[in-house]
T-cell receptor
Framework: AQSVTQPDIHITVSEGASLELRCNYSYGATPYLFWYVQSPGQGLQLLLKYFSGDTLVQGIKGFEAEFKRSQSSFNLRKPSVHWSDAAEYFCAVNSGGSNYKLTFGKGTLLTVNP | DVKVTQSSRYLVKRTGEKVFLECVQDMDHENMFWYRQDPGLGLRLIYFSYDVKMKEKGDIPEGYSVSREKKERFSLILESASTNQTSMYLC??????????FGSGTRLTVV
């Protein structure tokens, strides 16, 4: 069964600093990978996705993520964090094909200090 | 853009009540999903549906049922609400694949 691990429950960064949120997955083949963001009291918004091809994917709000097969990782990065990036971030994996289901990590809460 | 609308943002219900959570999507998506979200546990899939009147159990279906009579609407039913069902409930939909669009959520409190 597929699984997702987000090792960091809570990360605090200063505004303007760089950010990397970690995500590791467990799945035999190449999965479909996603990052979602959730602002307080809101639903989830898709930041970016990886299905195939270029392993560095660009998303909205200046985020990017890199798929590394050898490390089973799909880490999310942003070069300069803004106060509005404070939110909870979820990594998710899908095994592809006719399986529509997503398996989510437990999330990383990002706090941004001024 | 696809819109997924959950009819209530906040609900307060009493223990033992029958509770209906409604979700509507406007882009003719085949697949619809119900999740619950709890602190430290992430999102857990309760049920999903891949077509009208079709449903499959997710990871935590106990205490819940669902109904999908029309393609655009997917209802989550708590037959007899209990306090351990106090949670944030999120609905999502997708078209023939894994890319899911989420509603804003319903925060349910059972007292």
């Amino acid at each position: 069964a597929q699984s997702v691990t987000q090792p960091d429950i809570h990360i605090t960064v200063s505004e303007g600093a760089s950010l990397e949120l970690r995500c590791n997955y467990s799945y035999g083949a190449t999965p479909y990978l996603f990052w979602y963001v959730q602002s307080p009291g809101q639903g989830l918004q898709l930041l970016l996705k990886y299905f195939s091809g270029d392993t560095l994917v660009q998303g909205i709000k200046g985020f990017e993520a890199e798929f590394k097969r050898s490390q089973s990782s799909f880490n999310l990065r942003k070069p300069s964090v803004h106060w509005s990036d404070a939110a909870e971030y979820f990594c998710a994996v899908n095994s592809g094909g006719s399986n529509y289901k997503l398996t989510f990590g437990k999330g990383t809460l990002l706090t941004v200090n001024p | 853009d696809v819109k997924v609308t959950q009819s209530s943002r906040y609900l307060v219900k009493r223990t033992g009540e029958k509770v209906f959570l409604e979700c509507v999507q406007d882009m003719d998506h085949e697949n619809m999903f119900w999740y619950r979200q709890d602190p430290g546990l992430g999102l857990r899939l309760i049920y999903f549906s891949y077509d009208v009147k079709m449903k499959e159990k997710g990871d935590i279906p106990e205490g819940y049922s669902v109904s999908r009579e029309k393609k655009e609407r997917f209802s989550l039913i708590l037959e007899s609400a209990s306090t351990n069902q106090t949670s944030m409930y999120l609905c999502a939909s997708s078209h023939q694949g894994a890319l899911q669009t989420f509603g804003s959520g319903t925060r349910l409190t059972v007292v």
